[in-house]
């Protein structure tokens, strides 16, 4: 894509008042696009530099290197005023570039923008986020769960793990609806945070305040509720209505961007352990080879967090049997229900009943008995709003 002709500083490197004010309201409509679209945050600025921003005279570098530093550190403000109009020069008229003479000098640069609060956002468009109120992303372990806490912490105090620029920590608060859809605020940890401070012998629970990129811990558990938030001191509400979460101080609730990222439990003089919650409210245990036997309960760390869940027991075929192909699924609640799922704020489980499962073969028919080692399974849990 080509600037236009008026700012194109390759074909004429001059660059008078007139020429930089049209540059600089070009690059600030820009970024109001952008702080639109902050899901396409990346593509926007490959795009960007493609059509020659590090052309530029050297004035709009400041404003550039802004812009990149947003991808992790937030949105970032509007450009600073242009500086005043340089003199004219000496046959030509004030501020008029091409008039006769040469052009008087430019005027001295205006401030550089001020940088937003680090991660927020402006409403979102039509399309959202993925999940709301919840960590978009971050690190993992090698079978796909968050590993950004550490099992322990040998004192009261806690440090996340693995986060990096290259790694970041996206946490986004979910602070109600606009026009254009849902209003969230994102912020991008790019490197390790610390909870300090921890109260003793308590379950803590950990926060992330998502227009500062703050962590604050809680010693009450969140509430995730339909109804009007609480008011009661230092009580997390997040009111699933109007998705927006709000803070009790004792006589109000005030709407705060605060996203419960985890918990843990300490005694004495130290943390004993910790809970990561899941990515976007979804757990996915992977697949185990064999669906359980008779009269048995196989329990999972499903972690979101939230008792309000769905769940789900898949099977999956992985040898040829009743009518079934490789590679065909189930959701599986066999023989009025031989196996059933559930779970509580951070656990989940399938129980199985005490007599040999039968199915309905593929083609249809009658029962069947289920060969257990023909199939593998897993379980799913996504929280329901």
Same mark, same amino acid.
């Given at each position: 894509?080509? @600037?236009?002709?008026?700012?194109?500083?390759?074909?004429?490197?001059?660059?008078?008042?007139? !020429?930089? =004010?049209?540059?600089?309201?070009?690059?600030? $409509?820009?970024?109001?696009? @952008?702080?639109?679209? !902050?899901?396409?945050?990346?593509?926007?600025?490959?795009?960007?530099?493609?059509?020659?921003?590090?052309?530029? &005279?050297?004035?709009?570098r400041?404003? %550039?290197?802004?812009?990149?530093?947003?991808?992790?550190?937030?949105?970032?403000? +509007?450009?600073?005023?242009?500086?005043?109009?340089?003199?004219?020069?000496?046959?030509?008229s004030?501020?008029?570039?091409?008039?006769?003479? +040469?052009?008087?000098?430019?005027?001295p640069?205006?401030?550089?923008?001020?940088?937003?609060?680090?991660?927020?956002?402006?409403?979102?468009g039509?399309?959202?986020? +993925?999940?709301?109120? #919840?960590?978009?992303a971050? +690190?993992?372990?090698? =079978?796909?769960?968050?590993?950004?806490?550490?099992?322990?912490?040998?004192?009261?105090?806690?440090?996340?793990?693995?986060?990096?620029? /290259?790694?970041?920590?996206?946490?986004?608060?979910?602070?109600?609806? /606009?026009?254009?859809?849902?209003?969230?605020?994102?912020?991008?940890?790019?490197?390790?945070?610390?909870?300090?401070?921890l109260?003793?012998?308590?379950?803590v629970?950990?926060?992330v =305040?998502? /227009?500062?990129g703050a962590?604050?811990w809680?010693?009450?558990?969140?509430?995730?509720?339909?109804?009007?938030?609480?008011?009661?001191? %230092?009580?997390?509400t997040?009111?699933?209505?109007s998705?927006?979460?709000y803070?009790?101080?004792?006589?109000?609730?005030?709407?705060?961007?605060?996203?419960?990222?985890?918990?843990?439990?300490?005694?004495?003089? *130290?943390?004993?352990?910790?809970?990561?919650?899941?990515y976007?409210?979804? %757990?996915?245990?992977?697949? #185990?080879?064999?669906?359980?036997? #008779?009269?048995?309960?196989?329990?999972?760390?499903?972690?979101?967090?939230?008792?309000?869940?769905?769940?789900?027991?898949?099977?999956?075929?992985?040898?040829?049997?009743?009518?079934?192909?490789?590679? &065909?699924? @189930?959701d599986?609640? @066999?023989?009025?229900?031989? %196996?059933?799922?559930?779970?509580?704020?951070?656990? *989940?489980?399938?129980?199985?009943? =005490?007599?040999?499962?039968?199915?309905?073969?593929?083609g249809?028919?009658?029962?069947?008995?289920?060969? #257990?080692?023909? $199939?593998?399974?897993?379980?799913?849990?996504?929280?329901? $709003?």
């Amino acid at each position: 894509m080509a @600037l236009p002709p008026d700012i194109d500083f390759e074909k004429d490197p001059a660059a008078s008042p007139s !020429r930089m =004010n049209k540059a600089m309201t070009a690059l600030d $409509w820009r970024i109001k696009a @952008l702080e639109v679209y !902050r899901p396409g945050l990346d593509a926007l600025l490959n795009q960007l530099q493609q059509i020659g921003l590090d052309r530029l &005279d050297a004035a709009l570098r400041p404003v %550039y290197d802004q812009l990149t530093a947003w991808s992790l550190a937030g949105v970032t403000g +509007p450009a600073g005023p242009a500086g005043p109009a340089g003199a004219a020069g000496a046959n030509g008229s004030p501020g008029a570039p091409g008039s006769v003479g +040469p052009a008087g000098p430019a005027g001295p640069q205006g401030p550089q923008g001020i940088v937003g609060a680090s991660g927020a956002t402006g409403p979102m468009g039509p399309t959202g986020q +993925p999940a709301r109120q #919840t960590v978009l992303a971050g +690190p993992v372990d090698g =079978n796909g769960f968050p590993n950004f806490l550490p099992a322990t912490s040998g004192s009261l105090s806690l440090t996340t793990q693995n986060i990096s620029g /290259s790694n970041p920590l996206i946490v986004s608060a979910a602070q109600g609806f /606009s026009a254009q859809g849902g209003v969230d605020n994102v912020v991008g940890l790019g490197a390790n945070v610390t909870w300090s401070g921890l109260p003793a012998n308590s379950t803590v629970f950990l926060f992330v =305040n998502a /227009s500062t990129g703050a962590p604050v811990w809680i010693g009450i558990a969140p509430l995730y509720q339909n109804a009007a938030p609480s008011v009661s001191n %230092y009580q997390f509400t997040f009111q699933i209505a109007s998705m927006t979460g709000y803070l009790g101080n004792g006589t109000a609730a005030v709407a705060t961007p605060l996203v419960c990222v985890g918990e843990c439990v300490t005694n004495a003089s *130290s943390v004993t352990s910790t809970v990561a919650y899941a990515y976007r409210g979804a %757990y996915d245990s992977g697949w #185990t080879q064999n669906l359980p036997g #008779t009269s048995t309960s196989v329990s999972f760390n499903s972690n979101l967090g939230v008792k309000d869940a769905v769940f789900g027991f898949i099977a999956e075929c992985t040898t040829a049997t009743q009518g079934f192909s490789v590679g &065909d699924q @189930l959701d599986v609640f @066999l023989n009025g229900g031989f %196996y059933s799922a559930g779970g509580t704020r951070n656990q *989940s489980w399938i129980s199985t009943y =005490n007599s040999t499962p039968t199915i309905f073969p593929k083609g249809g028919g009658s029962l069947a008995t289920v060969t #257990t080692t023909s $199939w593998k399974y897993k379980l799913i849990a996504k929280r329901r $709003w």
